[in-house]
């Protein structure tokens, strides 16, 4: 005999080896919570096994299945997890220890397959992600979302799957039109982004062969960013979520970079995210999906920022920081720059690294020497990249964080790439950095940042409007 | 045949939905720097006034400037992401014809819209509202010495332009409006641009 126990009919469990004030916290702090239990129809006080498990919206997970010792090998297990797959009409996940062939087999019987392996997840024995589908071929209800983001030069829209899995990304670039003015200017921006606009979305469905009735969510971002150029993803956003009576999920720029890495693993927290990019330069730590807290961040210039007005100053074509990474690896460290903000903070500083750039560029020309940009190039980002190492891995130790994410434009520099990888592997900390595609604007992480905003609730209503800067959460 | 009409070149919102010769609903509200706020909600509360759902438009007409850069871009985004998912028919005018069309008096017509710095947009229609002079980015001394040609006129602005005398102030009528473009060929919803009438500073700058 079975009986289901939720937080409303706790008094009704039965004595035995599961006590009452265990159950009752359980159900208290999780609210998807709930337990199947097992006895025995001539004597339907005593608790012979169980089931407890969360019932996540669409899906299910198990959280503990155990048999009371002295009943094991019975068959209450197999009738426990016949009984279970047959009530629960979702997808249902469950680890288990490796070793423990048993269950293993009884799950496989059951419909379960291994679907991935955790490293270590049981102490010194690994876990095993196991997955039973609704149907043959169907899986727990896919979520997709649509993304859009304009933020600031680049038009892009894109479709992911359950927050991980891309099924199509166009971005288009204005970046060989803002080239001709050394930066980017946020009146052409903006009136490249209302021509685009159209186009990118249909090229996007196109790609992903899907109609906009078949997506679940429309994440858009909503700042921060140019105001203008933020308005044509906005507005775009808006009126499909409209038309298509589909929610509206207001995704932050930054939440989106820090997302990209979802595209590539899961989220492990607690985590500590770097972010560098041409607008900021930020230590953030993460106890769980969209919770921030901001560690410190730059005093004046960004990271990125200070990378192009130094190319700028050596003689590179905007985009600088790239040219300057590319020169950065023939040169030799032969100038001296000063280390900026060696404090005990978690803050950054660029505007006297680049300051001592331009000055020294003007001595070495009044002198008549010949600025060697190369040595020059490699001189500054040897400082630059020890600056964001140095605090980041405080931050690690400090915190005692194991996970660290890097984000932004400026995490496709292959230096920092390096650097950051030998930090983290020195300390025993795992690191995530995206592939180049994920690092630059782009709406794939914006898609994937809105899966977990989705499934968080966080909606908007048709008054979002777009905010040139706005604090990260 | 129902119509629906935005206008967002200003810091107004002119919006209706007209069904044949009647006006079902119509919004002209001043929202200044909440218009990329409010335009979808009081577009939406249009829909809900006159009981329609956004698949019973048979025609969008959208203002594709002069005015406000960013203001025409609010409409514009709005009305061609529309047309081109429900592969609804659309086409553009200028604000300065909607001025024009406006205008209660049977006279030559000069709408004018601040352009800032000594400039404005402007354009010349006659009594039918033809086009005697092509809507332009120009300097207000230049438009106002291409008026003197003209005995009987009006001169209509949005803004206050200080230096003018007989100017009338802007009241659109959205049904006189939308009447007289119902017959526009439509065009594709990717080509729905704003036209500016005017390049951006750095590229005037760079020529």
Known sequence: MFITITKENINSLPTGFLKREEVEEELINNPFGKYIIYVEKDNPFLLLGYIYYSEIYDRVEINQFEVEKAHRNCGIGNKLLKKFTEIVEKGITLEVRENNKNAI????????????????????????????????????????????????????????????????????????????????VPEIASRHHVKNITFVLEESLEQAQMKIEEIDAIAITYGPGLIGSLLVGLEAAKILSYLYHKPLIPVHHIAGHIYANSLVKPLNFPLLALVVSGGHTELIEMRDHFEFTKLGGTLDDAIGECYDKVARVIGLE?????????????????????????????????????SAVINLSHNEKQRGNKLRKEDLATSFQKVAVESVITKTRKALLDKNIKHLIVAGGVAANAELRTEIIKMAEGIEVEVSIPPMKYCTDNAAMIAAAGYYAYKLGRRADFSLNSLSSDPLK | MRSLYIDTSSSFLY?????????????????????????????????????????????????????????????????????????????????????????????????????????????????????????????????????????????????????????????????????????????????????????????????
């Open chain 1, 318 to 354: 905007y985009p600088g920081g790239p040219k300057i990474d590319q020169l950065a690896r023939v040169g030799k460290d032969t100038y001296q720059l000063p280390i900026p903000l060696k404090d005990n903070s978690y803050n950054f500083s660029f505007s006297g690294l680049k």
């Open chain 1, 105 to 184: 087999y009884l799950y496989e019987k059951y419909g379960f397959q291994q679907v991935a392996k955790r490293k270590k997840y049981y102490q010194e024995i690994d876990g095993l992600l196991m997955e039973r589908k609704i149907k043959e071929g169907i899986s727990m209800k896919d979520v997709y979302i649509l993304g859009i983001e304009s933020s600031c030069d680049e038009t892009s829209v894109s479709i992911i799957k359950n927050g991980c899995s891309e099924i199509a990304t166009v971005i288009s670039s204005q970046i060989d039109i803002h080239k001709e003015y050394g930066g980017v």
């Open chain 2, 15 to 207: 919006a209706g939905i007209i069904e044949e010769e009647k006006i079902l609903a119509e919004c002209q509200k001043r929202f200044d720097h909440d218009l990329s706020k409010e335009a979808l909600p009081e577009i939406i509360k249009l829909f809900e006034k006159s009981k329609l759902n956004p698949q019973d438009i048979d025609k969008i007409i959208v203002v594709n400037g002069p005015g406000s850069f960013t203001g025409i871009r609010i409409g514009i985004t709005i009305a061609k992401v529309y047309a081109w998912t429900l592969n609804i028919p659309i086409t553009t005018i200028t604000s300065l014809e909607a001025m024009a069309i406006s205008a209660e008096e049977k006279k030559v017509h000069i709408p004018m819209i601040d352009a800032r710095r000594g400039y404005v947009f402007a354009g010349i229609y006659d009594e039918e509202n033809r086009c005697l002079f092509t809507p332009k980015h120009i300097k207000l001394e230049t438009i106002l010495k291409e008026v003197e040609k003209f005995s009987n006129y009006a001169i209509i602005t949005n803004d206050e332009i200080e230096k003018i005398s007989c100017q009338r102030s802007y009241q659109p009528n959205i049904l006189k409006i939308v009447n007289y473009f119902q017959n526009k060929e439509s065009i594709s919803p990717h080509s729905v641009n704003p036209d500016y009438l005017k390049l951006t500073e750095a590229e005037e700058k760079k020529n």
